[in-house]
C-alpha cells in the first residue's frame, strides 16, 4: 500500500518557467511534510518542508502548498533553472509523539528544465 | 562540515554471500536510518536508530537483513545469504531530531549488485 504516491513520474518545464510537483498521502496521520531533491549517484539532499499547522511554506524559488482536506501537497519552483532538473522526492512523517520517526517516501518525479 | 559517509560506495557479490554495508552519520546527530531504492521505485524504510532505544526493525525485509549501531556512531547493515532481489542502492540517513525538526541528512549510498 503507497501511502505517499507520485503520480508523475517525469515532468519537463521550459527553463523560467513554472515546475509544479505534485504528491498525494493516504495516511491522516502524517502532519510534517518534506520534499527532497536527487541528483545521479547522489543521496537525496532535503530541500523544503511544512508543518500540517500552516499550508504554504516558502524558501527563495521554491514553496509547498499543503491542502490537509484533499491529503494534497504541491512544490513550486519559479522560476525554473537548469540545475533544478534531478529527481524529486515527496515524503510524510507522522506526529513525533508516536515515537516512529520514519519517513515514508514518494516513488519521485524526474524533472528536467529544457534550457 | 562532513556530511554522512557510506562505505563501500559500489559492492558487486555473487549470491549466497553475506555483506557489510557502512554508514558514518553527522557527528552529533542522535538518530541514524537505513532505506534501500530498488530500481523505479521510492526510497523503502529499513531499520531506524535513536539514541539509546531499542531500534525499529519494522522495514527489514527478511531475517537475512540486520543492523547495530555502535557507540551510537558507526552504523553496519549485513545482509547474509544475499538474493538477486536485495541488489539496489542502500541510503543511510542522519538526523538531530528536536523539536519539530525532522530533516534527515543522506548519505551518497551504497550500489549493491547480486549476481
Known amino acids: 500500500d503507497q501511502q505517499v504516491k507520485q503520480n508523475s513520474p517525469s515532468l519537463s518545464v521550459q527553463e523560467g518557467r513554472i515546475s509544479i510537483l505534485n504528491c498525494d498521502y493516504t495516511?491522516?496521520?502524517?502532519?510534517?511534510f518534506l520534499w527532497y531533491k536527487k541528483y545521479p549517484a547522489e543521496g537525496p539532499t532535503f530541500l523544503i518542508s511544512i508543518s500540517s499547522i500552516k499550508d504554504k511554506n516558502e524558501d527563495g524559488r521554491f514553496t509547498v502548498f499543503l491542502n490537509k482536506s484533499a491529503k494534497h501537497l504541491s512544490l513550486h519552483i519559479v522560476p525554473s533553472q537548469p540545475g533544478d532538473s534531478a529527481v524529486y522526492f515527496c515524503?510524510?512523517?507522522?506526529?513525533?509523539?508516536?515515537?516512529?520517526?520514519?519517513?515514508?517516501f514518494g516513488t519521485g518525479t524526474r524533472l528536467t528544465i529544457i534550457p | 562540515g562532513a556530511g554522512v559517509s557510506q562505505s563501500p560506495s559500489n559492492k558487486v557479490t555473487e549470491k549466497g554471500k553475506d555483506v557489510e554495508l557502512r554508514c558514518d552519520p553527522i557527528s552529533g546527530h542522535t538518530a541514524l536510518y537505513w532505506y534501500r531504492q530498488s530500481l523505479g521505485q521510492g526510497l523503502e524504510f529499513l531499520i531506524y536508530f535513536q539514541g539509546n532505544s531499542a531500534p525499529d526493525k519494522s522495514g527489514l525485509p527478511s531475517d537475512r537483513f540486520s543492523a547495530e549501531r555502535t557507540g551510537g556512531s558507526v552504523s553496519t547493515l549485513t545482509i547474509q545469504r544475499t538474493q538477486q532481489e536485495d541488489s539496489a542502492v542502500y541510503l543511510c540517513?542522519?538526523?538531530?531530531?528536536?523539536?519539530?525538526?525532522?530533516?534527515?541528512?543522506f548519505g551518497p549510498g551504497t550500489r549493491l549488485t547480486v549476481t
Open positions: 540517513a542522519s538526523s538531530l531530531v528536536q523539536g519539530h525538526i525532522y530533516e534527515q541528512y
Open positions: 495516511n491522516s496521520m502524517f502532519d510534517y
Open positions: 515524503a510524510a512523517s507522522p506526529p513525533r509523539r508516536f515515537g516512529n520517526e520514519k519517513l515514508t
